[in-house]
DNA sequence: CTGTTAGCGCTTTCAG
DNA sequence: CTGAAAGCGCTAACAG
């Protein structure tokens, strides 16, 4: 019933491969004769038939992403960047989300296998060794997202950095006593020590440290997920703590938002009683009022993109990770004044 | 270089078919044959390959998104419920985000022609007739979320009787003076008038007229989009009418946050100048305490995903089409005392 | 129960 | 510059 390539090259009197060819290369093959077959398409309203296509070509014109949350604002963020690129691509984009590891496990075993995506671009964690290298294997290039693997292209910031600024932000302030939450210490798999909230808490003891205060273990708190409710809950547990702090930085805007929940609750005011800061500068950040560090989330995305569909292309990209810069964002939940002004 | 199918037949000395039986049907085939094929399938690592696979069954196994903005929260937790859904029925889910009306004229044509996906979901708007009929042609099922359409299975919820609830809480909090802002009212195409954000407004109109309050339209305003920005710009139109009101009912919980964020930019103070009352109950909602109509999001992401996927598999689905149910959370936006107890 | 054979619709050598 | 023909790897009649 649909029309195919045999129909087209039959009404414009020439062979399928010269169909094929004006569809394709569009090299040699004479002006008369293009127009001919061109002419034949539009009449019969031919469309390629993608899967043939796919076949023949052995790949989908599409790049899968996989999210670890998505009910992640940051990671939505990203998503959004990573779609606007590849539609414009021409990229078909299909996501992945894996809520449990186990999920984890099995998804990238498929997706490592049957061709489902010409490229992958993770968002948030690094897959074990075993999957890099069977995707190696099938030629699928993959790229991560916030997290720095120097095993393979990853687009990231310099948390420790951002953890520096957020603290020594707090620190300027007069605050001495600060807490820190994040998701979780421990990697997740076995890939090492790059997750962002350990470096993170990295450059929050460096700031600390400078101005000469003692690291507490007692001040950092692990949330599991960058959620609120989760966050909350870790900061009941701080802030119930014998010596309480007056500053709680956060790993996450989630977390950070839930820190003033639970605050609020408590009937402390922000920032008389408590100051926060956040982290990624996810949209609720300026609704909420919250200071935080400020990451290119949508950059982060469209980079990604980039540099997964040059690899899909063949293309042998020089410089295939990169360092995006970050901005710390001043607004209300640190106050303006420093602590000592506050009285 | 990649094992195929004959690789395994040969390997376990029976035919290709056989294979191919084992593979799917699983019927037919002797036992003993059977765990041959397995093992052969086992010992030689075999997959198939999902490109021929499609070919020959003319499928992709892929369910498509459409949204009409990525950007808004409430398409965002539909599309989680679809994801859910779709990745539990084995299912790959592609999603297309179309920021401006040219490119949803060129996504839903190239859609409806090449067989990127086996289904299609769309978000909050309907498609043109054209569409509809090419989508049938090419035999792809096609469900509407957020947008009731007689013509195609659609996920909805009662906006009128949304819009009805809202402000009456309104009406019985003491509130004469209550405005509407919804995103736009013109349909985006001429579909007719089923617009959300329409039906959410005669329920409004149907509350004031049996409290006896005349309709004004200068008390309703459109922002065009669901956004925070665009809800803060009609607030401030609204506000600064000479004789403004003292609660405004928003199409959407983004809108409403804009308006209370230019309200409080005025200095002021909700609930006890401005009461406002939003709709979907999307995440930041709770956050800022924002009174609203919720809508089962998620819910309405899974039924919609539901329905395609039977009516991919050439179910024949009777009751297509649902109404889900919607319900007032009251939180602090619109005050715990009525405005004559406030004074 | 099982093997043979003919496609699915397009890409791509390989001759001409 | 162009056509014939050989796949891509799998499914699905159709005979046995």
């Known amino acids: 019933m649909p029309v195919t390539i045999y129909d087209v090259a039959k009404a414009a009197g020439v062979g399928i491969s010269t169909v094929s060819r004006v569809l394709n290369d569009n090299t040699n093959v004479r002006a008369e004769t293009r127009h001919r077959v061109l002419e034949a398409i539009e009449a019969l309203g031919y469309k390629p038939n993608i899967l043939a296509r796919n076949l023949s070509r052995n790949h989908v014109q599409t790049v899968g992403v996989v999210l670890s949350y998505f009910t992640n604002p940051f990671q939505v963020a990203v998503l959004q960047g990573i779609e606007r690129f590849s539609s414009q691509a021409g990229l078909d984009l299909t996501i992945f989300s894996m809520e449990s590891l186990k999920r984890r496990e099995t998804l990238l075993e498929n997706l490592s296998h049957g061709r489902r995506c010409d490229g992958l671009i993770v968002i948030s964690f690094t897959p074990e060794d075993r999957f890099l290298q069977r995707f190696q294997r099938y030629h699928i290039p993959v790229v991560i997202a916030d997290f720095a693997d120097e095993r393979i292209p990853s687009i990231y910031v310099d948390n420790v950095a951002g953890g520096y600024i957020a603290t020594k932000h707090l620190l300027d302030l007069g605050h001495t006593r600060i807490g820190y939450i994040l998701d979780h210490i421990e990697p997740q798999n076995g890939s090492g020590g790059n997750e962002p909230g350990a470096d993170r808490q990295k450059g929050y003891q460096r700031a600390l440290t400078e101005a000469g205060i003692a690291f507490d273990p007692k001040l950092v708190s692990e949330s599991g997920l960058h959620s609120r409710e989760r966050g909350a809950i870790a900061a009941h547990r701080l802030l119930n703590h014998p010596n309480p702090p007056s500053a709680i930085f956060a790993a996450s805007d989630m977390i950070a938002l839930g820190v003033m929940e639970y605050a609020r609750s408590q009937g402390l005011h922000i920032p008389g009683d408590l100051a926060v800061v956040g982290f990624d500068d996810i949209?609720?950040?300026?609704?909420?009022?919250?200071?935080?560090?400020?990451?290119?989330?949508?950059?982060?995305?469209?980079?990604?993109?980039?540099?997964?569909?040059?690899?899909?292309?063949?293309?042998?990209?020089?410089?295939?990770?990169?360092?995006?810069?970050?901005?710390?964002?001043?607004?209300?939940?640190?106050?303006?004044?420093?602590?000592?002004?506050?009285?």
């Open 283 to 343: 949209e609720l950040a300026s609704f909420a009022g919250l200071t935080t560090v400020r990451q290119p989330m949508q950059e982060m995305g469209r980079h990604a993109a980039e540099i997964v569909t040059r690899l899909m292309q063949g293309e042998k990209v020089l410089r295939t990770s990169r360092q995006l810069p970050i901005e710390l964002v001043i607004r209300e939940t640190c106050g303006a004044l420093t602590l000592a002004e506050r009285g």
